[in-house]
């Protein structure tokens, strides 16, 4: 039999890190799907203006990431694609382009508590099953409340909301981000591969005054790279 459950990962990976892959690699298990595809995202609408490396870096990072493991696979068709995205959008012609697979949208619980604010959540919901794992303050009490409430709300018809209970892991995108800019080692929060790709090409770091400072202040020689 062929491949038929499929998880699918979108998010701007920026950079991917750990908890992104863990929760891939625990989804496998726990819903029992046989890859999980990883989208690095354009540029979402809803992170417009902030500080989003290229889609061309964050797909290479999503690559070396994944490079050793065969069930994770990454794809480039949100990047190629010009302006935002939605992830309805995606999820429909992934629909359109493999009608015999199910998929399973993988997210962390912020996404649980958003995702009526995203473009179309019916879409959403109609295309696949919405697998969302526990994450940062988040219980699955109150996961529980919200699944049930999105389930009176939206008609299920792709399968309806699966809860994972999952490590609690704050990693984030943001907090890395953070911590490279005032040099503070991110080591062991991403393959070694992804770690080795940010510090050749120098990305995340302040190219101004304020990072001299901050590093001052963490009694950093100017300058040094530390992560
Ligand atoms: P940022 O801080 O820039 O928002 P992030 O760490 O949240 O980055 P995203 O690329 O925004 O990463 O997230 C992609 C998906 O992975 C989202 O569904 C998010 O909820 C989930 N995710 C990220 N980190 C974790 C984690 N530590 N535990 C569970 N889910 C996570
Ligand atoms: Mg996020």
Known sequence: MGIRRIGIMGGTFNPIHNGHL???????????????????????????GKDILSGRERLRMTELAVADNDRLICLDMEVRREGYTYSFETLEELRRKYPEYDFFFLVGADCLFAIETWKSP????????LVAAVRGEASLSGMERKKEELEQRFPMEGGGIILLPFLQLSISSTQIRERIRKGLSVR??????????????????????SFKEAQKSHGKETGQQTF
Request: with cysteine; proline share 5%.
């Open 22 to 48: 863990m929760l891939a690699e625990w989804a496998m298990d726990a819903v029992n799907l046989d890859e999980v595809w990883l989208l690095p995202a354009g540029m979402p609408y809803m992170k417009a």
């Open 122 to 129: 019916e879409r959403i919901f109609a295309s696949c099953t």
């Open 188 to 209: 062991y929060q991403m393959p070694d591969s992804v770690l080795n790709y940010i510090r050749e090409k120098g990305l995340y770091r302040e190219k101004d005054e």
